[in-house]
């Protein structure tokens, strides 16, 4: 569910690559759908690629697994500053990359894990080497992660009851809205942009929430960047909830979507 993109992001997005790309595709808010080949430029000219057109946006990668471990390693640096860096012998060149990834992927390569009846003979095994072509230290920049379960003939026949996408626009557009207030007099525009001891005057949570996250730390063994991520996680589940401050409540459910270790 996106918000409306503000006009000073389409304004950036534009200027930003508006030397490489026409303005019809540096678009705030775009929605990037890469493949194998094109997720970032080749050749002896410079040009962005699929990562940086997305810029302010969105990137799917669908079948995640399916790409080359050297594009999704290189996912890395933008996802952490932003920003991708493309040299070649002629040029060096930084675009700006801040995107939301998106990615799906099968637990498996035949998609069946958990039925018997259609799951291949290699099951667990083929979903533990399956899984393995997506890095740990990408996995750890991936903020939410969510298992869907496979959609039934009664799912079709009958739609469980939701919430409507318009009530869930508006609540995100509120959250938007308080982050847009709240980040007025910095240099970053959410709360996935924020750090340092900005982060921390905003998103420290209470006593209570310290110290889930203290133990969740310990027991999930946390990285420093998975840390600083939960409390981001946990800062934006409380605006969503219009909750002045991160209590444990918010961090509990930060946590329950980061990606559990494996168990040896």
Do not use: W
């Not at 637990?107 to 393995?132: N, T, V």
Request: overall charge positive; hydrophobic content about 45%.
């Amino acid at each position: 569910m996106l918000s409306r993109c503000p006009y000073a992001n389409v304004v950036q997005c534009s200027a930003s690559l508006s030397a490489n790309v026409s303005a019809s595709r540096a678009g705030c808010g775009r929605v990037g759908s890469a493949n194998r080949c094109t997720c970032f430029t080749g050749g002896l000219k410079v040009k962005p690629g699929e990562v940086s057109l997305a810029h302010l946006g969105v990137l799917f990668l669908d079948e995640l697994p399916e790409f080359q471990r050297a594009v999704l390693d290189s996912l890395r640096q933008p996802l952490e500053t932003g920003t991708i860096s493309v040299a070649r012998a002629n040029a060096h060149v930084t675009f700006p990359a801040r995107v939301q990834l998106i990615a799906a992927m099968n637990p498996c390569r035949c998609g069946h894990l958990g039925d018997a009846s259609l799951a291949c003979s290699r099951a667990p095994r083929c979903a533990a080497d399956y899984q393995a072509k997506v890095s740990g230290p990408l996995l750890d920049r991936i903020d939410l992660h969510v298992e869907v379960r496979a959609v039934t003939a009664a799912d079709l026949v009958m739609p469980p009851a939701g919430e409507r996408s318009a009530a869930v626009g508006a609540r995100v557009a509120a959250a938007r809205a308080v982050q847009v207030e709240r980040y007025r007099d910095h240099p970053v525009r959410t709360n996935a942009e924020a750090d340092g001891p900005v982060l921390d005057a905003v998103a420290t949570p209470d006593a209570a929430g310290r110290k889930l996250l203290a133990q969740a730390a310990e027991a999930m063994r946390l990285t420093a960047r998975g840390y600083t991520r939960i409390l981001r996680v946990g800062r934006t589940i409380a605006d969503l909830a219009a909750a002045p401050e991160v209590t444990r409540i918010h961090i509990a459910e930060a946590l329950s979507y980061r990606r559990k270790p494996p168990v040896n």
